[in-house]
């Protein structure tokens, strides 16, 4: 079965950077992509970019461009984000998605999120 | 960007009812590239709906997509206790954007 685990909750200081992963089992890695999309505390989803295993394009938010950076391992069928220059506003639970492999498109299997923190 | 509205933002019925939720864009969403989720507290969200009709793998026939160009609806014909749920759309034809969500509640 289709299944997205991820990483343990994280607590960061402003202007850190976290790398939250995503592995992946019961399909092809490389024949589908990776969304990742977050979700403030009490609030709706956002969506923050795009990543290929099959060839590593990604396409990031504008809102986030400079501050990520989305990564694949096929060896090991991961899929990491990573943000940098964090913000209190920055804290969230972190989701990652199964997505089409050549653009995307909507997520038909989610990781379990992972809340990361920004405080001093 | 296109903008997605949801409405109502929150809806009060009991069990066994028919839900009606809306989700109206900023601009058309072309091939209807439209999909629906539920979220459960705690929960990563569940697609059910993509293409804006087509159920996801899994999803029971109560729930349906409906709409094309700026109007879509999701409607869920008999409510079960574990539908009570807060629903989104998300549209995938410019870039990628979610509604606010609508909150089913009894």
């Known amino acids: 079965q289709v299944q997205l685990v991820q990483s343990g909750a994280e607590v960061k200081e402003p202007g850190a950077s976290v790398k939250v992963s995503c592995k992946a089992s019961?399909?092809?890695?490389?024949?589908?992509?990776i969304s990742w999309v977050r979700q403030a505390p009490g609030q709706g989803l956002e969506w923050m970019g795009w990543?290929?295993?099959?060839?590593?394009?990604?396409s990031y938010v504008q809102n986030f461009q400079g501050r990520i950076t989305m990564t694949t391992d096929t060896s090991t069928t991961t899929a990491y984000m990573e943000l940098r220059s964090l913000r209190s506003d920055d804290t969230a639970v972190y989701y990652c998605?199964?997505?089409?492999?050549?653009?995307?498109?909507?997520?038909?299997?989610w990781g379990q999120g992972t809340l990361v923190t920004v405080s001093s | 960007d296109i903008v997605l509205t949801q409405s109502p933002g929150t809806l009060s019925l009991s069990p066994g009812e028919r839900a009606t939720l809306s989700c109206r864009a900023s601009?058309?969403?072309?091939?209807?590239?439209l999909a629906w989720y539920q979220q459960k507290p705690g929960q990563a969200p569940r697609l059910l709906i993509y293409?804006?009709?087509s159920r996801a793998t899994g999803i029971p026939d109560r729930f349906s997509g409906s709409g094309s160009g700026t109007d879509f609806t999701l409607t869920i014909s008999r409510l079960e206790p574990e539908d009570f749920a807060v629903y989104y759309c998300?549209?995938?034809?410019?870039?990628?954007?979610f509604g606010g969500g609508t909150k089913v509640e009894i």
């Open positions: 998605g199964r997505d089409k492999s050549t653009s995307w498109y909507y997520f038909d299997y």
């Open positions: 019961g399909y092809t890695f490389s024949s589908y992509g």
């Open positions: 990543i290929s295993p099959y060839n590593g394009k990604t």
């Open positions: 601009q058309s969403v072309s091939s209807n590239y």
């Open positions: 293409g804006a009709s």
């Open positions: 998300q549209q995938y034809a410019t870039s990628l954007t």
